[in-house]
């Protein structure tokens, strides 16, 4: 299975740092997607927009955004769609690194079950849009979808079959790391439990 992982934004809450190279807990926050997917037998490929020889180092593949100046992350996903090759094909943020491999294949058991639309991890109505399986088969529309100037990814992804996955059990899991703020706070929960 393809992975895309999205580390392509300017890091304007990370004082303009690439956050997926921000260190947490002594590594790169990509590195521990890195390490969660690479059990699933996974082709990984990073979307990020700079310090692509240091991302490379870590995955399969990188690509950047066709569209230039930041566009978002739908504009990440299409990227890695291009070049992927699987039916369906996972996507997971750089910035949630409490994320474990039992909710991913929780992920993914839902996904074999539709295998035509999008599948998303929530909480009860509130999606977590960045963690889904994507069908291939849309890398057309979302094609389209950008080049009609739209950026919304939860917009995007309810003009499609859409099956989510709740986590109200775990949503400590999605903890997505923004600001050094945030990030030195879970360090230090951590270092603590």
């Not at 260190?23 to 699933?40: C, D, G, H, N």
């Not at 003009?159 to 990030?183: C, K, W, Y």
């Amino acid at each position: 299975m393809d992975v895309i992982i999205l580390a392509g934004g300017e890091g304007r809450r990370m004082e303009g740092r690439d956050k997926g190279l921000v260190a947490f807990k002594s590594q790169p926050m990509v590195a521990f997607t890195v390490e969660l997917v690479r059990p699933i037998e996974a082709n990984i490929i990073i979307s990020c927009n700079r310090n692509l020889p240091e991302y490379a180092g870590l995955a399969d593949q990188v690509v950047e955004d066709a569209l230039e100046g930041f566009q978002g992350p739908l504009a990440g996903i299409l990227a890695g769609l291009k070049v992927c090759q699987s039916a369906q094909v996972l996507v997971l943020p750089c910035d949630t690194p409490l994320l474990e491999l039992s909710l991913i294949k929780r992920l993914l058991t839902s996904a074999k079950e539709n295998p035509q639309g999008i599948t998303v991890l929530s909480e009860g109505d509130k999606l977590h849009p960045l963690h889904a399986v994507v069908p291939l088969s849309l890398v057309g529309d979302l094609e389209k979808w950008l080049e009609g100037g739209q950026r919304a990814v939860q917009r995007w992804m309810r003009n499609h079959s859409m099956r989510l996955v709740d986590i109200g059990d775990a949503p400590e899991q999605l903890s997505n790391l923004n600001t050094f703020h945030e990030l030195k706070a879970l360090e230090k929960l951590k270092a603590e439990s």
